[in-house]
C-alpha cells in the first residue's frame, strides 16, 4: 500500500525500538494498519459470498446467484414454475382457450325422443360426438384425467370421486330442440418433460397428462343417436319427474334408453362463422356464431 514501509506492510515484526514506539499509543495504532492492510480476512458480507475478492468459486454471491434461481440462472429452479430457467418448450402444454360453438339438436319427429346410454353407466354421457376429416372420434377433454397444466402450476390434478351418479336420460318433445354450447377443444395426451414439473412430485421420468388443443377448421362430422322409449333401472324407485333443462329438454335420473334407435348426423364445414377459429384466434367473429345442427327427421 502507497505510503506504508516495510515495516509497516507485508514483513515480519520488528522489535519496539526498530518501529519507533515512542509511547503504547503509538504501538497500538501501527498494529491496527497492519491488521487493516496486510492479510485481509476472508469474513464475508450476508449474501455476497466471495464476490468482493473475485474468487471463482463465487460462495453463494458471484456466480452462484443466478444458478440457484435467484432471477435469470441457468437452471432457474425445478420448483419455480414460470421461472426464469423453465425451457421455453414447457408453454404447449397450457391448455389453449375454448372456441364459441354451439350444438343444436333438434327433434322433427312426431314422437318424443330419448337421448342417452342404453345401459347402466355413471350420470350423463355426451349428447353427441365429432368426428374429423379421417372418420376418427375428435377425442373430447377428459373431467376425470390429468392435465398438464396443473403439473406446470405444481399443483397436479386428476381422477374422480368412486361415485356413481345415477344414469341420465334426456327427452326431446316432438319438435323441441336443446342448444349446447360446444367448447371446440380437443384432447391432445402429452409426456410433460421433467424440467417442465414444478410440483414437489417432481422426478426425473416425463409424466403422462393431457393437453386440450383448439380445433382447426376444417370438415368434422357430427352424429347423435335416441330411442324411440325408456326404461327405469329401479322400479321400485323410477325416474322421478322429468326435470326441464336450462336451454331445452328434460332430464330423467335412473334411467336408459330403450326402444328403435334413430340417428341424426350432420357434415360441417367448420370456419370462424360457426365460432371455430383454432389456433388464428377470434379475429374474424362477428356476431352470434351459426348453430352446428344435428336434426331428427321423421322417417319418410
Known amino acids: 500500500m502507497p505510503g506504508f514501509s516495510q515495516h509497516e506492510f507485508g514483513a515480519p515484526f520488528a522489535p519496539a525500538s526498530d518501529m519507533s514506539c515512542r509511547s503504547l499509543f503509538g504501538c497500538l495504532v501501527a498494529l491496527v494498519f497492519v491488521c487493516a492492510c496486510g492479510g485481509v480476512s476472508r469474513v464475508d458480507h450476508p449474501g455476497l459470498g466471495n464476490e468482493t475478492a473475485g474468487s471463482a468459486s463465487g460462495g453463494q454471491g458471484s456466480a452462484g446467484w443466478s ?63 365429432v368426428r374429423d ?26 381422477g374422480c370421486t368412486s361415485i356413481c351418479r345415477p344414469s341420465e336420460v334426456t327427452k326431446l318433445d316432438a319438435g323441441e330442440s336443446i342448444n349446447i354450447q360446444w367448447s371446440g377443444l380437443y384432447r391432445s395426451e402429452a409426456q410433460l418433460p421433467s424440467a417442465c414439473n414444478a410440483s414437489e412430485l417432481a422426478d426425473e421420468a416425463p409424466v403422462s397428462c393431457s393437453v386440450q388443443k383448439r380445433i382447426e377448421p376444417g370438415s368434422y362430422s357430427f352424429y347423435a343417436n335416441a330411442g324411440s322409449g325408456y326404461s327405469c333401472n329401479d322400479n321400485a324407485i323410477g325416474c322421478g319427474q322429468c326435470v326441464p333443462g336450462a336451454t331445452g329438454g328434460c332430464t330423467l335420473f335412473n334411467a336408459i334408453v330403450t326402444g328403435a334407435e334413430l340417428i341424426a348426423q350432420s357434415l360441417i364445414q367448420l370456419d370462424p362463422g360457426y365460432g371455430i377459429s383454432g389456433s388464428a384466434g377470434n379475429a374474424n367473429m362477428s356476431g352470434k356464431p351459426l348453430p352446428i345442427e344435428l336434426v331428427f327427421r321423421r322417417p319418410l
Open 67 to 129: 444458478a440457484e434461481g435467484r432471477g435469470g440462472g441457468a437452471s432457474g429452479g425445478r420448483n419455480g414454475a414460470g421461472g426464469a430457467g423453465r425451457p421455453s418448450t414447457c408453454a404447449q402444454f397450457k391448455d389453449e382457450a375454448p372456441q364459441s360453438a354451439w350444438v343444436v339438436i333438434v327433434n322433427d319427429t312426431l314422437a318424443p325422443i330419448y337421448m342417452g346410454s342404453r345401459v347402466q353407466s355413471c350420470g350423463a354421457p355426451s349428447l353427441y360426438e
Open 133 to 158: 376429416a379421417s372418420d376418427t372420434v375428435v377425442a373430447r377433454p377428459d373431467p376425470c384425467g390429468s392435465p398438464c397444466q396443473s403439473w406446470l402450476a405444481g399443483e397436479p390434478i386428476g
